[in-house]
């Protein structure tokens, strides 16, 4: 027969032929009736409620502990399944659990005797790992693993737990208040230093703001500057393009012109070639014969005219040769007198720009009683001591005239009237 288990048991097949005995965990085996048998255990995780009551501790302090433990028969180790066969075989999961608890609180309590009170409450995790490994050892022995221990509860019937949390929380209060103090005193530290960071962070951002306005702006104002430029250089090619396409358009106006005009020159060239053909055949014909007649007419004046001013240009020529002779002899003799006038200047020197001053004199005063001669009108009022009328003007002009000897001695330097005796009369 075949029987088959669960991975929570073992089997284990006994009798004929199986010496030692078949041990299998989460399978299936042929079982001969009769001459074979078959076993279980179980192979399922047992949980122990480790309690030790009133166990003193190294100092005498009597107090509770309670642990939970997980163990169970180890299936996939072949020499522990035997060991736990051998020792639990036909024995029920609750039997099996008992055995297990005891050895635990019998390892639990040897090890809360030899530790202390606060040894046990503050490290419960040294002491769990502590009955973890002692109780492993012991029950490897009998095919069972330890999976986990964990210490549940620590309590005392005589407040010494008590008396150490009151002293603890005191200890904790008091390390409160001071770590309270010390947090306050960091924290009002830490937000004056926040408080520098933050305004030296400001300040930071605002000079790096104003550092990035001013790369900004001075971007700005070249890339504005390109932009004009590039600009610029747009409405000029702009502009220079309708210039240019002006201009093709005026050269294209001015070529259709001179197209035109060219048909208007055919156009005017055809009608004179009309008109000369018109011409020749009424008028030129006609006209030949007294062309001919008024060609031998103004030849005959043109020979007429040429004879007669040959002769007044032989009488112009002889009246010019003598005008020429009487010029010359006219400009000898004036060259002569000048020749003679500058060697008296060159002998008398003051005394020939006298002569020349006096002969200019009549023209002096000619000129200066020209305006009076040249007024319309003239007003004259006078006290009746003085002159009147005409002999007044000249009176005038008579003493505008005295006065040239004083205005020539200042602008030449020479007295006319010590002057006038060394003067030539040169004429």
């Given at each position: 027969?075949?029987?088959?288990?669960?991975?929570?048991?073992?089997?284990?097949?006994?009798?004929?032929?199986?010496?030692?005995?078949?041990?299998?965990?989460?399978?299936?085996?042929?079982?001969?009736?009769?001459?074979?048998?078959?076993?279980?255990?179980?192979?399922?995780?047992?949980?122990?409620?480790?309690?030790?009551?009133?166990?003193?501790?190294?100092?005498?302090?009597?107090?509770?502990?309670?642990?939970?433990?997980?163990?169970?028969?180890?299936?996939?180790?072949?020499?522990?399944?035997?060991?736990?066969?051998?020792?639990?075989m036909g024995k029920s999961e609750s039997e099996i659990a008992q055995i297990a608890l005891e050895t635990l609180e019998g390892h639990q309590r040897a090890i809360i005797a030899h530790l202390t009170v606060e040894e046990i409450y503050q490290d419960r995790k040294k002491f769990s790992e502590h009955v973890f490994k002692v109780a492993s050892s012991d029950l490897v022995n009998m095919g069972i693993g330890v999976v986990s221990y964990t210490l549940k509860d620590v309590h005392d019937d005589q407040g010494y737990l008590h008396s150490l949390g009151k002293a603890r929380t005191a200890q904790v209060q008091r390390d409160a208040r001071i770590g309270e103090a010390q947090y306050k005193r960091d924290a009002v530290i830490r937000e004056a230093h926040a408080m520098q960071e933050k305004v030296s962070a400001q300040y930071h951002n605002e000079i790096e703001m104003a550092k990035a306005q001013r790369d900004y702006e001075l971007k700005k104002a070249a890339y504005d500057v390109e932009v004009n430029t590039k600009k610029a250089e747009s409405e000029m090619a702009y502009q220079l393009q309708v210039a240019k396409t002006k201009q093709r358009i005026e050269e294209e106006k001015m070529q259709v012109q001179v197209v035109e005009r060219g048909q208007q020159i055919t156009l005017q060239e055809q009608e004179i070639i009309r008109k000369e053909k018109e011409l020749e055949a009424k008028v030129k014909k006609p006209a030949e014969a007294e062309k001919y007649r008024l060609e031998?007419?103004?030849?005959?004046?043109r020979l007429q005219l040429i004879m007669e001013a040959e002769a007044e240009a032989e009488s112009i020529k002889m009246k010019g040769e003598a005008e020429a002779f009487a010029l010359e002899a006219k400009g000898r003799a004036e060259a002569e007198q000048m020749t003679k006038k500058a060697e008296?200047?060159?002998?008398?020197?003051?005394?020939?720009?006298?002569?020349?001053?006096?002969?200019?004199?009549?023209?002096?005063?000619?000129?200066?009683?020209?305006?009076?001669?040249?007024?319309?009108?003239?007003?004259?009022?006078?006290?009746?001591?003085?002159?009147?009328?005409?002999?007044?003007?000249a009176g005038e002009v008579l003493e505008i005239m005295t006065r040239l000897p004083n205005t020539v001695e200042k602008l030449t330097g020479v007295d006319i009237s010590l002057a006038a005796g060394k003067a030539p009369r040169v004429r």
């Open positions: 027969m075949f029987y088959t288990c669960g991975p929570n048991e073992a089997m284990v097949v006994s009798g004929f032929g199986r010496s030692p005995p078949l041990m299998i965990a989460g399978g299936r085996v042929f079982v001969f009736p009769c001459i074979q048998q078959i076993q279980r255990i179980t192979l399922n995780t047992l949980t122990l409620n480790v309690k030790s009551d009133k166990v003193y501790t190294r100092h005498g302090v009597p107090i509770s502990v309670t642990g939970i433990a997980q163990v169970k028969i180890q299936g996939q180790n072949k020499e522990m399944l035997a060991t736990a066969c051998q020792m639990f031998r007419l103004a030849e005959a004046q008296a200047f060159k002998q008398y020197k003051d005394g020939a720009m006298v002569d020349m001053l006096l002969e200019k004199l009549p023209l002096m005063a000619e000129e200066i009683s020209k305006p009076l001669a040249e007024a319309q009108k003239v007003t004259m009022v006078s006290s009746s001591s003085s002159e009147v009328g005409a002999a007044k003007l």
